[in-house]
């Protein structure tokens, strides 16, 4: 799980994120962002919704992965930045990790936080 600094709190924390943000996007995954130009560590955020698995438990396993890649391989960006990564197709519960990983890289390397 991401430490408590990188991951946002409440509902409404979002929401300047989904207003003013980037996108960018790939058939199974999507990426939001706002560069930070503070000192604070980025933050993200990962949506999974009921359109993608009617079942909690599909949902919440999509999220920790998700979670836990990212906080094992990208512990720094280039830059800081807000960043909501939204889910659309259930197959990230059973892909393979080396998949996901690189799926995660090809988005992040797509929206320029992380270098190639």
């Known amino acids: ?66 979670y836990e890649s990212i906080r094992q391989k990208y512990p720094k960006f280039k830059q800081n930045a807000n960043i909501i990564i939204t889910v659309h197709n259930r197959q990230l519960a059973t892909m393979k990790t080396s998949e996901l990983d690189d799926l995660i890289q090809q988005l992040l390397i797509k929206s320029s936080l992380l270098e190639q």
């Not at 560069?35 to 560590?41: A, R």
């Not at 933050?43 to 359109?51: F, G």
């Open 1 to 66: 799980m991401l430490a408590k600094i990188n991951r946002f709190h409440g509902h409404n924390s979002l929401s300047s994120v989904y207003r003013k943000g980037q996108s960018v996007s790939l058939s199974q995954i999507s990426l939001k962002y706002i560069p930070i130009k503070s000192d604070k560590k980025y933050k993200l955020a990962v949506v999974v919704s009921r359109k993608v698995d009617k079942s909690a438990v599909v949902r919440n396993r999509i999220r920790r992965r998700l």
